[in-house]
T-cell receptor
Framework: QKEVEQNSGPLSVPEGAIASLNCTYS??????FFWYRQYSGKSPELIMS????GDKEDGRFTAQLNKASQYVSLLIRDSQPSDSATYLC???????????FGKGTSLLVTP | EPEVTQTPSHQVTQMGQEVILRCVPI?????FYWYRQILGQKVEFLVS????????KSEIFDDQFSVERPDGSNFTLKIRSTKLEDSAMYFC?????????FGPGTRLLVL
């Protein structure tokens, strides 16, 4: 079983600050990593995927992957109150494309 | 933009009854999934479906559950003899390769 661990939070940051969300995973062979955002009562929505070591930027979001440390993170720059949600880290389960999710980190951006 | 749709949005049933949850995946997608999320818990994989057969299932997906693609557009999850612990949000997802798109979910309440 490919486990994904996240701090449940809540993580509280002021509006305009950088929010840093972290995730560790158990299987060193994992190759693909995903960050989803989930608003309360809603379905997960893909923010970013990352497959290679290093940083990947998309707008205000940057995903960082360190396979040696089995660590993946998501940075949100210029955080907005609308970013307040639960952020889910996910990896592929096995040989297919089904996902194992972490429990998610709750982010609260305060005005 | 194409999206995954699910019906019904809410379903209330009595323990022991059968329920069928319906999903219409994005039309050119080939892989279909069901996940569930018990209130306050993480998103859990149930089953994946490809080329008209189950490609992977979790330990949760026991004989109580079945999936079907009865026609070219619908993808269904049947839960036989529902139990109280089946109360959860059930999400359908689809993809054409790696990026999964989730439907809005069906909230199932078993009384």
């Amino acid at each position: 079983q490919k486990e994904v661990e996240q701090n449940s939070g809540p993580l509280s940051v002021p509006e305009g600050a950088i929010a840093s969300l972290n995730c560790t995973y158990s299987d060193r062979g994992s190759q693909s990593f995903f960050w989803y955002r989930q608003y309360s009562g809603k379905s997960p929505e893909l923010i970013m995927s990352i497959y290679s070591n290093g940083d990947k930027e998309d707008g205000r979001f940057t995903a960082q992957l360190n396979k040696a440390s089995q660590y993946v993170s998501l940075l949100i720059r210029d955080s907005q109150p609308s970013d307040s949600a639960t952020y889910l880290c996910a990896v592929f389960r096995n040989s297919g494309y089904a996902l194992n999710f972490g429990k998610g980190t709750s982010l609260l951006v305060t005005p | 933009e194409p999206e995954v749709t699910q019906t019904p949005s809410h379903q209330v049933t009595q323990m022991g009854q059968e329920v069928i949850l319906r999903c219409v995946p994005i039309s050119n997608h080939l892989y279909f999934y069901w996940y569930r999320q018990i209130l306050g818990q993480k998103v859990e994989f149930l089953v994946s479906f490809y080329n008209n057969e189950i490609s992977e299932k979790s330990e949760i997906f026991d004989d109580q559950f079945s999936v079907e693609r009865p026609d070219g557009s619908n993808f269904t999850l049947k839960i036989r003899s529902t139990k109280l612990e089946d109360s959860a949000m059930y999400f359908c997802a689809s993809d054409a390769g790696e990026t999964q798109y989730f439907g809005p979910g069906t909230r199932l309440l078993v009384l």
